[in-house]
T-cell receptor, first 112, second 114 residues
Framework: RKEVEQDPGPFNVPEGATVAFNCTYS??????FFWYRQDCRKEPKLLMS???SGNEDGRFTAQLNRASQYISLLIRDSKLSDSATYLC?????????????FGRGTSLIVHP | DTGVSQDPRHKITKRGQNVTFRCDPI?????LYWYRQTLGQGPEFLTY????????KSRLLSDRFSAERPKGSFSTLEIQRTEQGDSAMYLC????????????FGPGTRLTVL
């Protein structure tokens, strides 16, 4: 079983739609959680951190469920520019420190 | 601009050749990470440095791979006797300001081994 699992998609949605992605992680000792966005042939960029209490940034809402070991990302009112791959990242213990482990990413395509 | 530059941006080499990539953070961060990303996958952790010290190495980092950060600023990643399976994007990252948990990536070096 992979440490961090995501449905690769693609999720194909019309503009204005609400779409949600989940990500599960296997290491219960994982400490911090993030969503990154990656455009085609570009480097990943931090989208938002994920907190236990849930957090919102504009149209984006992230939530963490430690008991079930998953994190989620909700995008409301999708824009064409939201088309990208969304990577879930979990900082898990490895050796003497916490190591970022990335999921394979979920592809989102927003169409007119 | 994340403040991380990588050189070269693209490298095409023949199998068996050695290649070296460089990562330069604009401002000095204590930590510096290397990742490898192949098509359809997320970045895979290779190694990280705390200043000059290489603190963690992934099992992905075979003995053909070596990384250095001699003065705690820039870092190099060398691959010896390249294989076709080494073809990937090699990404360097440093933490965000005031955070050790987030990752800010450079543009990457795309390696193609023929």
């Amino acid at each position: 079983r992979k440490e961090v699992e995501q449905d690769p998609g693609p999720f194909n949605v019309p503009e204005g739609a609400t779409v949600a992605f989940n990500c599960t992680y296997s290491n219960s000792a994982s400490q911090s959680f993030f969503w990154y966005r990656q455009d085609c042939r570009k480097e990943p960029k931090l989208l938002m951190s994920v907190y236990s209490s849930g957090n919102e940034d504009g149209r984006f809402t992230a939530q963490l469920n430690r008991a079930s070991q998953y994190i989620s990302l909700l995008i409301r009112d999708s824009k064409l520019s939201d088309s990208a791959t969304y990577l879930c990242v979990v900082n898990s213990p490895g050796g003497g420190s916490y190591i970022p482990t990335f999921g394979r990413g979920t592809s989102l395509i927003v169409h007119p | 601009d994340t403040g991380v530059s990588q050189d070269p941006r693209h490298k095409i080499t023949k199998r068996g050749q050695n290649v070296t990539f460089r990562c330069d953070p604009i401002s000095e961060h204590n930590r510096l990470y290397w990742y490898r990303q192949t098509l359809g996958q997320g970045p895979e952790f290779l190694t990280y440095f705390q200043n000059e010290a290489q603190l963690e190495k992934s099992r992905l980092l075979s003995d053909r791979f070596s990384a250095e950060r001699p003065k705690g600023s820039f870092s190099t990643l060398e691959i010896q006797r390249t294989e076709q399976g080494d073809s990937a994007m090699y990404l360097c990252a440093t933490p965000g300001v005031g955070s050790t948990d987030t990752q800010y990536f450079g543009p990457g070096t795309r390696l193609t081994v023929l």
